[in-house]
């Protein structure tokens, strides 16, 4: 009772959550294999189910920066995305509409809108890319998309409120998680019938398999834990306590390591596999939801739905590198499979922020000229800009001394003074990124050579 307690008056100041009509919009994002989304109208609703679920059942148990580069509008109150193992389309479902938006990533573009059950919250793909599973809180249902006619074709009946779907990496079985009972089902792909269900303890939320499809770990925001399952037996082999309302959940593509969002404590759990423990824990940013590595693993993007941020966590110094500013509410992040781009969606102002990974703003590295030159003399300085795409340079403000010239694109200032005086200008250097990268004001001095 007073993990309900606690929660009530963390909300008290919120937003209130939406009718379990659109049920996907209330329990939030809990991404299928990388993320749970458990906050403000998303993250608020989930947790009180499974509370109210618990009660009913009688128990209470360096990375380059990256930028945005574009904002995709999708359906309404988007919840998570994932991409076609061929990197083509990424799929974002609407909580709020009832639909799964198909994102063209060549162009940008939404090229359509895919009817599915009540309250989509979660998509993932098998493994050969030939179907989309999606979770459907308002139906207890799993609606499968066939990929290339882009209609679903079939329906799996489930558990009560199923939140997130992974695949086992041989692409045989997939895991759902129910926020509302004790259970994992076990869906069999080649019969599209669930086959089995796993006790894990109620209020499951985020899903993840380790990379050889030994293990999932299963997170519970109830009960600050993690529940780690046996691929082989179905059965929990070991719990894992560590942060508070623990939701996403993703490992590291060699599989030593998971990481977990703690929604409670705005950090994340570093989970070494071998030993199942906690080893270290990240400070993100507010109530972290989402979660998934690049595919080299040298960093982690990690959706912070109350702060409208991405933190990029550099894997190796287990430090946040940067922060990357997205769209309202954001509750799920995917890559590509080359690792360029990643897609996050964005619940509270329904769109998909793009970014490019490996972009970052220009920053000066050299913007200190000789401030003296004399005419009749030759001069050249060299600015040069840290910054992906590669920077540009153009005169922002004042002007150079009569006589020099600024190349745009190599930075080199040069040329021989013709006229004597103080000449005082900015240098500003931009890649389209932003935000552009200017220098204080710089003057120099020239004096008249003397005639002999």
């Known amino acids: 009772m007073a993990f309900r307690t606690t929660l009530a008056r963390r909300h008290q100041e919120r937003r209130s959550s939406p009718s379990m009509e659109h049920p996907g919009a209330g329990e939030g994002r809990l991404r299928g294999s990388t993320s749970a989304s458990l906050l403000s109208r998303r993250r608020a609703a989930i947790i009180s189910t499974v509370l109210a679920a618990l009660m009913l ?33 990424a799929y974002v479902t609407n909580s709020g ?12 573009t939404t090229l359509s809108a895919i009817p599915v059950g009540p309250g989509p919250n979660d998509v993932a793909f098998t493994p050969d890319g030939s179907e989309a599973y999606v979770t459907n809180w308002g139906s207890d249902t799993i609606s499968v998309i066939d990929v290339t006619s ?8 489930l558990e009560s409120n199923p939140v997130n779907v992974a695949f086992v990496p041989d692409g045989s079985a997939a895991y759902v998680t129910h926020a509302s009972s004790g259970a994992v089902s076990v869906i069999d792909v080649a019969l599209g019938t669930v086959t089995s269900t796993i006790t894990v303890g109620l209020g499951s939320v985020g899903v993840a398999f380790t990379p050889d499809g030994s293990a999932a770990y299963v997170t519970h925001p109830a009960s600050d834990a993690v529940s780690v399952i046996d691929v082989g037996s179905g059965s929990v082999t070991k719990t894992i306590t560590g ?38 824990t990240i400070t993100v940013g507010s109530h972290p939801l989402g979660v998934a590595f690049t595919p080299d693993g040298a960093a982690a993007y990690v959706a912070n739905d109350g702060s409208n941020t991405v933190s990029v966590i550099d894997v190796a110094s287990g430090t946040v590198a940067s ?40 920053v000066f590295t050299s913007a200190t000229p000789p401030t003296k030159a004399t005419t009749r003399a030759a001069y050249s300085y060299t600015f040069t800009a840290t910054g992906d795409p590669a920077p540009t340079f153009y005169v922002s403000s004042g002007a150079v001394p009569v006589g020099l010239t600024l190349n745009t694109t190599t930075g080199v200032l040069s040329g021989t003074p013709t006229k004597g005086g103080k000449a005082t200008f900015t240098v500003t250097a931009t890649n389209g990124v932003g935000p552009d990268a200017t220098t204080g004001p710089i003057t120099i001095t020239v004096t008249k050579a003397k005639v002999r």
């Open 97 to 108: 509409s009832n639909t799964v938006s198909v994102i063209d990533v060549a162009s940008g």
């Open 323 to 362: 922060t990357v500013p997205v769209g309202s509410g954001p509750t799920d992040v995917a890559f590509t499979p080359d690792g360029s781009t990643a897609y996050v969606t964005n619940y509270g102002s329904n769109t998909v922020s793009v970014i490019d990974v490996s972009s970052a703003p220009p």
């Open 150 to 157: 882009g209609t679903v074709t079939s329906t799996v009946t």
């Open 57 to 89: 059942a009688g128990n209470f148990p360096a990375t380059a920066a990256g930028t945005v580069t574009s904002t995709i509008p999708v359906g309404t109150l988007p919840v998570g995305v994932a991409l076609t193992p061929d990197g083509t389309a």
């Open 243 to 280: 942060g508070s309302e623990p939701a996403g959940v993703a490992f590291t593509p060699d599989g030593a390591t998971a990481y977990v969002t703690n929604n409670g404590f705005n950090t994340v759990s570093v989970i070494d596999v071998e030993s199942g423990t906690v080893t270290s």
